[in-house]
């Protein structure tokens, strides 16, 4: 009876500011459907989410599931994977993608458990191939490769997709979707887990996320005294400073710098990147700047292939010079 | 109070060299280690061990090299460790993995209390393994967490997801997975090395010891079939400036002071404005 | 014949590594440039175990068979062998003669605090008049009612600004080089005094001083073994002594190795990496060569204790052989980045001052050559 191929975007809504991680699925989603044939779907749960509803409507839902409910109150990953299963078991999905921020990883890892199928991680591309198998883009082996995966049996086919992935569609207010509402299914409750207090953090990286100008360092920067100086390099852009993994566990720079596949995902129009090697678990959480200026002393270093302009020499050193540079051409 | 804590062992260096022809790492060039994030979770188990007393059993999947991440674990202060080693394991993606360590909690320590991982392993930052176990062991369960205080049988956690910085509260038996920037893990003590090699410490264990379904373990039991897998294409033919670190600035201003001018919309002519 | 490290090995060497790097890997350059001796990260070295490496474990030390020493000590060496200097010294010549020739009441008196760290343990024999020629000492320890009264200089003293216990050499009978003996000195005894730091060339790291004696006085119980035993527990504390000097040397020329080869990778020349030349891939050949050899040496030398044989040749051999390495190996080094490896900037510079002083103290490489003959004409034929 159920003969539609659905693909699913569930909605994560909480910093819709800062991460519109959604509607670049919805985009996506979009894409894919006219070529399987199938229904782009929102889900949206939680409680007052209207907003959301037009929200995802405007950029390209064609049907939307809204499980709007005081019992969904809380943005609580253990309750929300039980509603969505039951969702899911239900209607059926084909795909379900979900973006890759903290919730959503953890959302889809839990509902993919109990709907006993796969899931794919921090997809940085989606497509059908000539087969119509939906074929799924993400880092694998320590973020060295990209490997492609298909689910042979298991359905529905599940994916986080890093934001940044994609490009959300303009928003378009004349759209209409077919909307559902369901109310959560009898006796739902959480995994146990009790939220207490929760707060938005200050300064959290939403300045690196949204940042035009980005100055990555990483350990070729020689020491943390050394690393300090990309920040009057960053004052002096007017950007704001990233940090690789390496630079981070050796505690130069705060975690919230970190940019990569675990941190923050930036999409700077200009990019500096001093000292940085470029494993892609870093790499993965630059979307596409326009222009790129690398150092590094190897110039063999993937960051340097990467670049627009490589500048083959000690980083700290070009960050120095370039401070000075800078100052001398009034740019204080 | 019993602890299980997973631990993975990873390769020591972050860009392991591949072989084009095979499509595979050459995994044998690296010396294992630890993996940091995993380490967290075993410095998190000690401090409740310290603070409250408590049995910590540390748990790997992997090859026979992994059992040297055991002894590791049990230097610095684990009570027991168990590998989990068999061909019919190999190959399992997070699916697989999640079942296989759920039957080795099971068969191993199934009065646990907590279970602890690392949130994201450095070679691969899935996160995905944390809270599918927890589902698999219908347990209650906070990813990402940062601190912890354990209060009778209340567990009370902080941790931060997405920007929001989360209290959360849950009774034992529970999971947690932490974030590689708290629980700095102690340093492993030339004094417990010795003993770590002792006779029953470690053990090693296979699918048929944890009873498995063959079916659900390893290549078999994961999801996903990996169809093709390559090098990203990194390439972009760009400019190479070099020479003094001075002169490099000078001619990255010369040759693009108008492009960079232009994406940092400031005038870096250095000329006074008109 | 096993060439492999066994998994307890690996471990041992991935701990010290972490720790080696983590710790030390940050104020290595600091503490050589600014001759400061890190009590930092000697206090934690010392809740660790760092010096008890191989005390038993029911004394609080970590119990490790010699292979775990060697590979220990090269970890600290390979990033910081000024500190590897002190846990050597600390562990082979002076918890090592008090664990194998203290009685139980020194043991139980002295072995907590050199175990713990709290007493850096030091070694002293050489004076003015007396280096290789260990029975020319003339310091004097005369018998008194209470006890011996130590009067003499030593100079040279490894660990000397920082000891909290010095075995000193001294003579019973004086000139008669039989009646040398080791009295155990902690350095709250009056009449104990250190003299300035020395300006050495290298293992700046190390507070290497004079120790002064002036009328000293120890209680009778504070002599290592009986009078006229003090040259054989010196020889024998020197032949353990030499495991860990190699093991240090071996640690330099290692750390030596991997700076060449990554910076042959880095630097380009005539468009290309300077690898690719044939010169320094010879120089790069020849340094693996010689640490591999130097390690395999050691590693022997090692083994053969361990199984309780005798080893004071192998151990000369594996010092010889050690410290020249290191020597050459860090020269090769330097030779490899060019005007940077004469720079304070790089390491490779402090390698090759480093490693100079392992061809001469714990007996020079001319009295290794001394003790390896005598041993080859042991032989029977």
């Not at chain 2, 296979?206 to 379904?213: E, F, I, M």
């Not at chain 3, 050690?322 to 940077?340: F, K, M, P, T, Y």
Request: overall charge neutral.
């Amino acid at each position: 009876m159920n003969q539609e191929r659905a693909i699913w975007v569930v909605g994560d809504y909480r910093n819709y500011f800062q991460n519109r991680v959604t509607l670049q699925l919805l985009a996506k989603a979009g894409e894919l459907a006219a070529k399987m044939d199938g229904t782009v779907c929102a889900v949206v749960m939680g409680h007052g989410v209207e907003e959301w509803v037009g929200e995802y409507q405007a950029h390209g839902a064609q049907r939307i599931y809204v499980m709007d409910h005081p019992l969904l109150s809380e943005y609580l990953p253990g309750l929300f994977a039980r509603a969505l299963e039951s969702l899911a078991r239900q209607r059926r999905p084909e795909i379900i993608l979900i973006g890759a921020t903290s919730f959503g990883k953890e959302l889809a890892a839990r509902a993919a458990s109990r709907l006993g199928t796969g899931l794919t991680a921090d997809c940085v591309d989606l497509y059908l191939d000539q087969e119509g198998r939906f074929v799924q883009v993400a880092p694998a082996y320590g973020g060295n490769l990209l490997a492609e995966i298909v689910f042979p049996r298991h359905r529905p086919q599940m994916a986080t997709v890093r934001p940044g992935a994609f490009a959300e569609m303009p928003h378009d207010a004349s759209a209409r979707a077919e909307i559902i509402r369901l109310d959560p299914p009898a006796g739902l409750s959480g995994d146990g887990v009790r939220l207490v207090s929760c707060r938005r953090l200050g300064y959290q990286g939403e300045d690196l996320e949204n940042a035009k100008v980005v100055i990555c360092g990483g350990r070729g920067l020689g020491s943390r005294k050394k690393f300090k100086n990309l920040h009057e390099l960053a004052r002096l852009l007017g950007g704001e400073v990233g940090a690789t993994r390496p630079v981070v566990h050796a505690d130069w720079a705060e975690e919230e710098r970190l940019v990569g596949q675990a941190g923050k995902h930036i999409k700077p129009r200009l990019l500096f990147s001093l000292g940085v090697s470029g494993a892609i678990q870093h790499t993965a959480g630059i979307a596409d700047p326009e222009f790129t200026i690398a150092v590094n002393k190897n110039p063999l270093a993937v960051m340097m292939q990467k670049a627009d302009v490589a500048i083959k020499a000690d980083a700290h050193q070009v960050a120095l010079a370039l401070i000075r540079e800078l100052k001398a051409r009034g740019s204080s | 109070m019993r602890i299980v804590v997973f631990v993975k062992q990873v390769p020591a260096v972050s860009e392991l060299p591949w072989d084009a022809k095979t499509g595979q790492l050459r995994r044998e060039a690296a010396e294992g280690m630890m993996d940091p994030a995993a380490k967290r979770a075993l410095e998190a188990a000690l401090r409740l061990k310290d603070a409250h007393g408590a049995q910590v059993i540390v748990i790997s999947m992997g090859p026979p090299s992994a059992e040297e991440t055991l002894r590791e674990a049990v230097a610095m202060g684990a009570d027991r460790g168990f590998l989990l080693c068999d061909p019919r394991l190999a190959g399992a993606d997070t699916l697989a993995t999640s079942y296989t360590l759920a039957r080795a909690v099971g068969a191993l320590s199934p009065d646990f209390d907590l279970i602890l991982l690392g949130c994201h392993s450095a070679d691969s930052e899935t996160g995905q393994v944390g809270p599918h176990l927890a589902e698999e062991l219908g347990l209650p369960a906070a990813a990402y967490v940062e601190k912890m205080a354990l209060k009778g049988r209340k567990l009370t956690v902080e941790r931060v997801s997405d920007g929001w910085l989360e209290t959360l509260e849950m009774d034992l038996p529970a999971l947690l997975t932490v974030t590689a920037r708290a629980f700095r893990p102690r340093p492993v003590p030339m004094t417990g090395l010795e003993q770590a090699f002792g006779q029953g410490e470690v053990f090693i264990l296979s699918a048929a010891d944890l009873r498995a379904d063959p079916e659900h373990v390893g290549w078999a039991g994961s999801a996903g079939r990996i169809i093709k897998i390559y090098a990203p294409a990194a390439q972009k033919k760009g400019e190479l400036i070099q020479g003094t670190p001075k002169a490099c600035v000078r001619e990255l201003m010369a040759r693009f002071g108008d492009r960079l001018g232009g994406l940092l919309a400031k005038d870096l002519s250095g000329e006074e404005q008109a | 014949m096993e060439f492999n490290p066994c998994m307890k090995h690996k471990v041992v060497r991935g701990a010290a590594r972490e720790f080696a790097e983590g710790e030390l890997g940050p104020i290595a350059a600091e503490i050589d440039h600014q001759a400061r001796f890190p009590w930092e990260a000697i206090e934690k070295m010392g809740a660790l175990g760092y010096f008890g490496l191989q005390a038993p474990r029911r004394m609080g030390g970590a119990g490790l068979d010699s292979i775990s020493y060697a590979i220990t000590i090269e970890e600290i060496a390979r990033v910081s062998a000024g500190v590897a200097l002190c846990v050597t010294v600390h562990n082979s010549v002076c918890l090592y003669p008090l664990l194998n020739y203290g009685d139980k009441e020194q043991i139980a008196r002295l072995a907590e605090d050199l175990i713990t760290g709290r007493r850096i343990g030091a070694f002293c024999l050489t004076e003015a008049n007396a280096g290789s020629d260990a029975g020319a000492v003339e310091t004097t320890a005369t018998a008194v009612e209470d006890g011996y009264l130590i009067n003499g200089t030593k100079i040279f003293v490894t660990n000397g600004g920082v000891c909290g216990l010095a075995h000193i050499f001294a003579k019973t009978d004086p000139p008669d080089p039989r009646s040398a003996a080791v009295l155990m000195v902690e350095k709250e005894r009056p009449g104990f005094s250190v003299g300035e730091i020395e300006d050495l060339s290298g293992m700046r790291a190390n507070p290497v001083s004079s120790l002064f004696l002036e009328d000293c006085l120890v209680p009778r119980e504070n002599m290592l073994g009986k009078p006229g035993q003090g040259l054989k527990i010196g020889l024998a504390a020197l032949d353990v002594g030499r495991l860990g000097v190699a093991a240090q040397a071996l640690g330099i020329a290692q750390a030596a190795l991997e700076a060449g080869t990554r910076y042959a990778k880095e630097r380009q020349q005539f468009n290309k990496p300077i690898a690719s030349f044939q010169t320094i891939q010879n120089y790069l050949a020849d340094m693996a060569t010689q640490t591999d050899a130097a390690r395999l040496l050691l590693y022997r030398a090692c083994a053969q204790k361990d199984a309780g044989k005798p080893f004071a040749t192998e151990a000369s051999m594996a010092k010889l052989y050690c410290s020249a390495a290191a020597r050459e190996v860090a020269n090769l080094a330097v030779q490899i980045h060019g005007g940077c490896g004469y720079s304070r900037e790089y390491d490779v510079e402090r390698y090759y001052r480093d490693a100079k002083v392992t061809e001469i103290y714990e007996g020079t490489s001319e009295v290794q050559r001394m003790v390896i003959a005598r041993g080859v004409l042991s032989r029977p034929s």
